[in-house]
T-cell receptor, first 115, second 114 residues
Framework: GAGVSQSPSNKVTEKGKDVELRCDPI?????LYWYRQSLGQGLEFLIY????????KSGLPSDRFSAERTGGSVSTLTIQRTQQEDSAVYLC?????????????FGPGTRLTVL | AQSVTQLGSHVSVSEGALVLLRCNYS??????LFWYVQYPNQGLQLLLK??????LVKGINGFEAEFKKSETSFHLTKPSAHMSDAAEYFC????????????FGKGTRLSVIA
């Protein structure tokens, strides 16, 4: 089966514009995660969805960031009024369940550049 | 809260030499530990994971890691480096209860010299 896919692969935007990043998880995976990878900073957790439960938004850096997951499958991460510090690679991962020992499968990421 | 420290942002080894990438963790509860590899312009791929079974964990591509509770370490090793091992390596921790995301170290870039 297909792995985690993300679109677009690259996004260049101007400061102040809104952007939407899309993630298609592996079919049947109930857990979905968004991470941000900045140069020299490793991976930073943003938000986590598990089934129909309320998402864990504890990693979102500001209220300009939001995410939704429709029908327990596709997820969209939205960044409003983008700032230059939002430039990073945004990675999506899914796992078969939300338990701590389950492997997370990562997509190739979306590279966001804010000019 | 849990955390991960990877010593050395860049490690360079000769082809055929031992690879040792260091990872120390902090967790107040029993952890799950992971090593992921990221090749250029790709997502992360799981190398191996520790889930409280055997302390010596074998992964893909000849890598292994040993969980040492007394040292709070989970160092990654490979006896003989290959050119194809050049990549970024991330250590991550997750606690053994609840639904928690992975906490990653900042990564170690491995270069392999011919």
């Amino acid at each position: 089966g297909a792995g985690v896919s993300q679109s677009p692969s690259n996004k260049v935007t101007e400061k102040g514009k809104d952007v939407e990043l899309r993630c298609d998880p592996i079919s049947g995976h109930t857990a979905l995660y968004w991470y941000r990878q900045s140069l020299g900073q490793g991976l930073e957790f943003l938000i986590y969805f598990q089934g129909n439960s309320a998402p864990d938004k504890s990693g979102l850096p500001s209220d300009r960031f939001s995410a939704e997951r429709t029908g327990g499958s596709v997820s969209t991460l939205t960044i409003q009024r983008t700032q230059q510090e939002d430039s990073a690679v945004y990675l999506c991962a899914s796992s078969i369940a939300g338990g701590p020992g389950n492997e997370q499968f990562f997509g190739p990421g979306t590279r966001l550049t804010v000019l | 809260a849990q955390s991960v420290t990877q010593l050395g942002s860049h490690v360079s080894v000769s082809e055929g030499a031992l690879v040792l990438l260091r990872c120390n963790y902090s967790s107040s509860v029993p952890p799950y530990l992971f090593w992921y590899v990221q090749y250029p312009n790709q997502g992360l791929q799981l190398l191996l994971k520790y889930t409280s079974a055997a302390t010596l964990v074998k992964g893909i591509n000849g890598f292994e890691a040993e969980f040492k509770k007394s040292e709070t370490s989970f160092h990654l090793t490979k006896p003989s480096a290959h050119m194809s091992d050049a990549a970024e390596y991330f250590c991550a921790v997750s606690v053994s209860s609840g639904n928690t995301p992975l906490v990653f170290g900042k990564g170690t870039r491995l270069s392999v010299i011919a």
